[in-house]
């Protein structure tokens, strides 16, 4: 009898923090589905089949990766070199944010793995909001807290199913129907920058987004559009680790 209720209680406990997750994933739905369908019809443009789109995006998910990844394995095929070299431009940014979920992820258990692999840039800033209930009047107990990992599990696994779904039906619609791929990629830059205007309209603080558009715009003019990257995100980090060290000496010194 104990076992039976106590199974009850988690069920019923993580049903609400499962509503949470699949409600708060719900814009990134909307934008990951069509970035995905672009991502398929590129693929079918290039002649790769539904198998290839669907083990991409269940095994590699990295979105912008992905789409570089198509000029990669089509026409000349690219060195393991040039391939790991391109996969670390692109994806440097990744290090920073593994970094800022250390703690947060730190008795996540089984599922740490997982949290690890979907880190993407749309979970990773719901995943740093924390576990909130979507509505205010919602009050989330002490129970519901206990399960933030679920939380971000879900999160996690909601976000990386809606890729899977928009790359399916961009690759099968690819097979249907004929389509012009002109300017498509041009999605994950929109996809960007509807996160930012989002992350900017829900925060009291706007302090990082200045620092990363300041960063961005002057590492572009020195380094160039090729190179910006790498010194973009270490010059973030270095300016928001010092507004780090200074507040917490303000703090202390209160």
Not at 43 to 62: P, Q
């Amino acid at each position: 009898m104990n076992d039976n209720s106590e199974t009850h209680e988690n069920k019923s406990s993580i049903k609400p923090v499962l509503k949470n997750a699949f409600i708060a994933t719900t814009p990134v739905l909307a934008g990951y589905v069509f970035l995905g369908i672009a991502f398929g019809l590129l693929m079918n443009s290039h002649g790769f089949g539904v198998i290839l789109v669907l083990a991409m995006s269940l095994f590699i998910y990295a979105g912008s990766m992905q789409f570089v990844a198509v000029d990669l394995i089509s026409g000349v095929p690219a060195s393991l070199l040039t391939v790991a070299v391109t996969t670390i431009m692109v994806n440097a940014r990744h290090i920073f944010y593994g970094i800022s979920m250390l703690d947060r992820y730190k008795n996540a258990g089984a599922k740490k793995p997982y949290l690890i692999f979907a880190l993407t840039d749309e979970t990773y800033s719901l995943v740093c909001n924390g576990y909130k209930p979507v509505s205010p009047q919602e009050q989330v107990s002490d129970e519901q807290y206990s399960h933030e990992h679920d939380y971000y599990f879900f999160v996690s696994l909601f976000n990386h199913c809606w890729w899977v779904t928009g790359s399916l039906i961009g690759s099968l619609l690819g097979e249907l129907l004929p389509f012009t791929i002109v300017g498509i990629d041009f999605a994950l830059t929109a996809l960007f920058v509807t996160v930012f205007c989002d992350q900017w309209i829900h925060s009291d603080s706007h302090f990082a987004a200045i620092v990363g558009v300041l960063a961005s715009v002057l590492c572009l003019v020195i380094f160039g559009a090729e190179s910006f990257l790498i010194p973009t995100m270490l010059l973030i980090l270095a300016v928001l680790s010092v507004a780090k060290l200074v507040q917490n000496k303000r703090g202390g010194q209160k």
